[in-house]
């Protein structure tokens, strides 16, 4: 196993003890930062489909597990949020940290609606709308700043593929 990828996979594991075990604790649900989605545009943005696409839906999937409504849900929006961004990601210069961040909160917004439809078409469950929506904002907000500080790392700027 080479070093990026050594160190990608100790990033991965270290995102998911934070949202699973730390920040739940301490910070309060639309102030969490989705550290997953985050990984998840990182991948698009630098990745390779071979290794991204099954990694962003197993990330997804980990997310239903400890923290999701229904199973697969959030696994579905993540790879869709994956295959979107990593097709236009193919045709931008996505070394950019502004890009990076833009490209989280959009996805941030991406994933709340995805999973806004999903549930609203597979589900009647009353009041779902408003439980889904009424975090948006600051949820968006956080994951952007979350993003700005992962566009801080040194490793950040690098011109190759890390996975």
Request: net charge neutral; with cysteine; proline share 5%.
């Amino acid at each position: 196993m080479n070093k990026p990828t050594l160190v990608f996979a100790c990033a991965v594991l270290s995102a998911v003890i934070l949202q699973v075990a730390v920040l739940p604790v301490h910070i309060a649900t639309p102030f969490k930062p989705d550290l997953l989605l985050i990984i998840v545009v990182y991948m698009a943005l630098r990745g390779t489909f071979e290794v991204g696409t099954p990694l962003a839906w197993l990330l997804g999937l980990l997310k239903d597990v400890f923290s999701g409504l229904y199973l697969g849900l959030n696994a579905f929006t993540f790879l869709l949020i994956f295959l979107v961004i990593k097709n236009v990601a193919d045709r931008l210069y996505a070394e950019s940290g502004f890009l990076f961040v833009v490209t989280v909160a959009v996805a941030t917004m991406a994933s709340v609606a995805g999973s806004l439809l999903l549930v609203l078409m597979l589900t009647q469950t009353p009041g779902i709308a408003y439980s889904i929506t009424s975090g948006l904002i600051p949820h968006v907000l956080t994951n952007a700043f979350a993003a700005s500080l992962v566009a801080l790392l040194p490793g950040f700027s690098r011109g190759h593929e890390t996975v």
